[in-house]
Structures are given as structure tokens and as C-alpha cells.
Nanobody, 129 residues
Framework: QVQLVESGGGSVQAGGSLRLSCAAS????????MGWFRQAPGKEREGVAV??????????YCSYSVKDRFTISQDNSKNTLYLQLNSLKPEDSAMYYC????????????????????WGQGTQVTVSS
């Protein structure tokens, strides 16, 4: 049974930092993609950053607004994906979701939420000005 569990969200002031974690259990694929997505009230769920797990560790950031402030990383020994959020802004406030999908090594990891098969329950990030 696949399970993705996020943690690390919270409330911070603008300029602050948080580190999100997503622990994947039941994911035994030799290669798969994981990603972070976020959804603010009244808005579409959007990609934040994605990464290939277990093979290569190639990553991509889905928005220029986060590229120089957020860092995606993984710990394969723990099947865990991380997202370091620095220099947070009020517009970063959203529910942050972790997602995963099996993906062969010759296929890329996308920022399209419809590509992902499994989702966590989300962790709330609130940034006050």
C-alpha cells in the first residue's frame, strides 16, 4: 500500500524558513518521480519542484518565483523527499502536497499534477507579512 506523509509545515513571518518532508512507504519501484505541489484557496494546484528518485536525482523547479528560494532534495535511504523553503513570502502561503508516480529512467519528471498517481494529505504553510 502506497502512502505519502508530509510534515514540516507551519506559520512563519515573511523572510522565514521551513523544511518540508515527505516520507514514501510502499514505493518499491526502481525509478520514480516525486514532486511538491501547492494550492492556495481559490487557486489551481501548481507544481513547485520535482525530482527523480533513486536514479540520478535530476530535479526541476516549476516556477521562477521559487527557483532561487526553494531547494528540493532527497534521501534515498529513507525514501524521503524534502523541500527547503527560504525567504518565504506571503504569496507562498498554501497547502503543500507531495506526489509520486512510477517513471522509467528514460522519461522525465514533469510539473503537471495530472501526471502523478499518488498524493499525500498535505501540510499547511502560512506566511505572515
Amino acid at each position: 500500500q502506497v502512502q505519502l506523509v508530509e510534515s514540516g509545515g507551519g506559520s512563519v513571518q515573511a523572510g522565514g524558513s521551513l523544511r518540508l518532508s515527505c516520507a514514501a512507504s510502499g514505493y518499491t519501484y526502481s525509478s520514480y518521480c516525486m514532486g511538491w505541489f501547492r494550492q492556495a484557496p481559490g487557486k489551481e494546484r501548481e507544481g513547485v519542484a520535482v525530482m527523480r528518485m533513486r536514479t540520478g536525482g535530476t530535479s526541476a523547479y516549476c516556477s521562477y518565483s521559487v527557483k532561487d528560494r526553494f531547494t528540493i532534495s532527497q534521501d534515498n535511504s529513507k525514501n524521503t523527499l524534502y523541500l527547503q523553503l527560504n525567504s518565504l513570502k506571503p504569496e507562498d502561503s498554501a497547502m503543500y502536497y507531495c506526489a509520486a508516480v512510477p517513471r522509467s529512467i528514460d522519461s522525465g519528471c514533469t510539473c503537471d499534477r495530472y501526471d502523478y498517481a499518488h498524493w499525500g494529505q498535505g501540510t499547511q504553510v502560512t506566511v505572515s507579512s
